[in-house]
């Protein structure tokens, strides 16, 4: 499968801990993106990346919020101190930069 | 905010063509007509997409009024596995600055009776 692949598919965890997502885009799609869909809701853009440079990011993306693409290549998206809240879908695109966007499965996040 | 209207929900008969319809009233010259679609729990998935004319591929077919205020997606037979939440998204060319993200509304959730 050649697709976006996202881990883990499925996070629960305790209010006030710290979790972490990775993505794995298109292999050479050089832009990446995370978004975040709630229960009955589109998804809502976070942030994207170009290579490694991260160039936009949403008012959404709080400062407990880091998401990082070091080699150009797959991405992690931290949430620290995680609230009630948080809980979410969090879903993952890739893109080459003229190109449609294709998304992963997605990790949905339970706090409890 | 989402630049489209969309209706709530359809339904659509098994082997009928669906017609899902999209008003863009407010769409700029260099903007693009996306359609992707969300089966329950999963990603979404890239549909199709045009500017002015219309489009077909082995999905579906877009079609696009001639002002570009509206559109309609078209899956010519549908199946049940076709029952989902399909966006309809106008967004920008790459090269402007914000134009990068999709920015969803809240679909039309279409369900297809056998």
């Known amino acids: 499968d050649t697709g976006v692949s996202q881990n883990p598919r499925h996070k629960i965890t305790k209010r006030g801990q710290n979790v972490t997502f990775r993505c794995d885009p298109i292999s050479e799609h050089n832009r990446l993106y995370w978004y975040r869909q709630t229960l009955g809701q589109g998804p809502e853009f976070l942030t994207y990346?170009?290579?490694?440079?991260?160039?936009?990011k949403s008012r959404l993306l709080s400062d407990r919020f880091s998401a990082e693409r070091p080699k150009g290549s797959f991405s992690t998206l931290e949430i620290q101190r995680t609230e009630q809240g948080d809980s979410a879908m969090y879903l993952c695109a890739s893109s080459t930069s003229t190109d449609t966007q294709y998304f992963g499965p997605g990790t949905r996040l339970t706090v409890l | 905010d989402a630049k489209t209207t969309q209706p709530t929900s359809m339904d659509c008969a098994e082997g009928r063509a669906a017609n899902l319809p999209c008003n863009h009233s407010t769409i700029s010259g260099n903007e693009y007509v996306y359609w992707y679609r969300q089966i329950h729990s999963q990603g979404p998935q890239y549909i199709i997409h045009g500017l002015k004319n219309n489009e077909t591929n082995e999905m579906a077919s877009l079609i696009i009024t001639e002002d570009r205020k509206s559109s309609t997606l078209i899956l010519p037979h549908a199946t049940l596995r076709d029952t989902a939440v399909y966006y309809c998204i106008v967004r920008g060319p790459y090269l402007i600055q914000g134009a990068q993200k999709l920015v969803f509304g809240q679909g039309t959730r279409l369900t297809i009776n056998p």
């Open positions: 990346f170009q290579n490694e440079a991260q160039l936009e």
